[in-house]
């Protein structure tokens, strides 16, 4: 059974920095695109970053709204994908969810691209 599980939530003030780690078990990841989404209430799932791979190796896809702020990062050796977040402003706050494919390769861009969720954590940031 996949399951993903997210860390390092929380909630801070303007300007500081969070790094949420996603953690997969009953399945390696590696070859597989993973990404990062955040959802505020009565919005939609919106993606901030992701990992993808290419025979090349990986890739990195960061969002316009995020890039110069976030990264994301993967360690295959922990099966886990990193989401650090720098200078965080109070329009951050959010549930971010890991999401994973079950189909090799890409980054996908879109919610129904993946397949196994996380159950988020929330990140709150304060003025």
Not at 55 to 74: H, L, Q
Request: hydrophobic share 35%; with cysteine.
């Amino acid at each position: 059974q996949v399951r993903l599980t997210e860390s390092g939530g929380g909630s801070v003030q303007a300007g500081a920095s969070l790094r949420l780690s996603c953690v997969a078990s009953g399945y390696n990841f590696r070859y597989y695109g993973v990404a990062w989404f955040r959802q505020t209430p009565g919005e939609g799932r919106q993606l901030l970053a992701g990992v993808g791979w290419r025979s090349s190796g990986d890739y990195e896809y960061i969002d316009n709204s995020v890039k110069g702020r976030f990264t994301i990062s993967r360690d295959n050796a922990k099966r886990s994908v990193d989401l650090q977040m720098n200078a965080l402003e109070p329009a951050d706050t959010a549930v971010y969810f890991c999401a994973a494919r079950s189909t090799r390769g890409e980054v996908g861009l879109f919610v129904e691209n993946y397949q196994y969720w996380g159950r988020g954590t929330q990140v709150t940031v304060s003025p």
